[in-house]
Nanobody
């Protein structure tokens, strides 16, 4: 599976960004697409995921601020990020897990990763 993220950038605290992840190469009709982030010196953090059956899961740290969605016709998954904070500054990755019909934001379960898109939130 190939994943390409876009949409990162510099935004002021309180602002919004929408990240996109174009996905290709699925061989299984069951899959999960996740969004993770990693800040310098910190571990990779699971944020949200959406399954092929539209189930979603969110980490407590972003619940109510971030929304994940999917446009199947465009093979694209979005992460709408609102009320951004300086602590949201990180490299944001999307990732795919095939052959799984549930949801998970546990990093080691995922197989394929994009190269990431950088989000910087200024105070």
């Amino acid at each position: 599976v190939q994943l390409v993220e876009s949409g990162g950038g510099l935004v002021q605290a309180g602002g919004s960004l929408r990240l996109s992840c174009v996905v290709s190469g699925f061989t299984d009709h069951d899959y999960v697409i996740g969004w993770f982030r990693q800040a310098p010196g910190k571990e990779r953090e699971g944020l949200s995921c959406i399954s092929s059956t539209e189930k979603t899961e969110y980490a407590d740290s972003v619940k109510g601020r971030f929304t994940i969605s999917r446009d199947a016709a465009k093979n694209t998954v979005y992460l709408q990020m609102n009320s951004l904070k300086p602590e949201d500054t990180a490299l944001y990755y999307c990732t795919a897990l095939e052959g799984y019909s549930g949801t998970t934001i546990t990093a080691y379960l995922y197989d394929d990763w994009g190269k990431g898109t950088l989000v910087t939130v200024s105070s």
